[in-house]
């Protein structure tokens, strides 16, 4: 059974799950391994554990779940907490952006979005100060021909951060692109 933690048409909620063989291998773990269980709000009668996926969802007026991104791509940057799809989303919201993908190297200290689509880096980059704050601007923003996607079929953040570090790497179509 699936279900989110938000209970309102429209509201953002994490995507939680239950199931009878679905926390198998936790068992004997201590309970901070176990942190990503919580009681069921809507059952508070007996023991009705939920497993906290890290995935955020809305839900629709019909029921239906509308992924809106991970938990675990919150970063803390220049003193503010930033969820990267926020800058996913801006991006995508441009005009000739197809799909865009930001990470954060916390050792550089340095934002970076990667987007597939037909509209120069510059226009993009300009188009994200307009409409992003400040702190959440890519300091580099760079053109690829495709994403790279993990086994599952999601935008491959580690392989973009490893393009990120790489000094002199030349990521996408070939050229290091300054926003």
């Given at each position: 059974m699936a279900g989110t933690v938000a209970s309102h048409p429209g509201?953002?909620?994490?995507i939680c799950v239950r199931g009878t063989s679905l926390a198998s291998g936790y068992v004997g773990m201590p309970p901070s391994m176990v942190a990503a269980f919580?009681?069921?709000?809507?059952?508070?009668?007996?023991?009705?554990?939920?497993?906290r996926t890290g995935d955020y969802a809305i839900v629709s007026e019909d029921g239906?779940?509308?992924?809106?991104?991970?938990?675990d791509n919150q970063i803390k940057y220049q003193g503010h907490r930033i969820e990267l799809e926020e800058i996913d989303k801006a991006a995508e919201s441009v005009s000739g952006v197809?799909?865009?993908?930001s990470v954060f190297d916390a050792a550089r200290e340095r934002l970076y979005a990667f987007?597939?689509?037909?509209?120069?880096?510059h226009e993009l980059a300009g188009a994200m100060r307009e409409s992003l704050p400040r702190f959440?601007?890519?300091?580099?923003v760079t053109r690829m021909s495709s994403m790279p996607l993990t086994k599952n079929?999601?935008?491959?953040?580690?392989?973009?951060?490893?393009?990120?570090?790489a000094s002199g790497h030349r990521a996408g179509?070939?050229?290091r692109h300054e926003g």
């Open positions: 509201e953002i909620g994490e919580v009681q069921n709000p809507c059952n508070t009668l007996f023991a009705d554990p939920l497993y239906e779940l509308f992924f809106r991104g991970r938990r197809t799909m865009c993908r987007y597939v689509g037909d509209i120069d880096r959440m601007v890519p300091s580099r079929g999601k935008a491959d953040r580690k392989a973009l951060l490893a393009m990120a570090r179509d070939g050229q």
